[in-house]
């Protein structure tokens, strides 16, 4: 099983960037479909974005294309979600998620981390 610990996140004006970061022990990345998803208060968790194993496709939410982008660096074990022109309806705890071999455009994630609070102001 992959431990994951998100970091990266904080405070931010609308408009502005912040970058989370998801490190990774016990396996290598490599061969896990990874994600982001994110739960707001008083609402269910919802995708955000995933990556497929080997790190070759991606898939987005409608409501974060163009704004935000997953990547991975495999050589650390960390995945990335940069996140641009960030706006009030993005506040929520953001989690990184894992699953082997999985599939990106249907994640089924099995592996989370503890969450890390992004927060807009308007």
């Known amino acids: 099983q992959v431990q994951l610990v998100e970091s990266g996140g904080g405070v931010v004006q609308a408009g502005g960037s912040l970058r989370l970061s998801c490190v990774a022990s016990g396996r290598p990345l490599s061969n896990y479909a990874v994600g982001w998803l994110r739960q707001a208060p008083g609402k269910e968790r919802e995708f955000v974005a995933a990556l497929s194993w080997r790190g070759t496709s991606t898939n987005y939410a409608d409501s974060v294309k163009g704004r935000f982008t997953i990547s991975l660096n495999m050589a650390k074990d960390t995945v990335y979600l940069q996140m641009n022109s960030l706006n009030p309806e993005d506040t929520a705890v953001y989690y990184c998620?894992?699953?082997?071999?999985?599939?990106?455009?249907?994640?089924?994630?099995?592996?989370w981390g503890q969450g890390t609070q992004v927060t807009v102001s308007s």
């Open positions: 998620a894992a699953e082997l071999y999985g599939n990106y455009l249907n994640p089924a994630f099995s592996s």
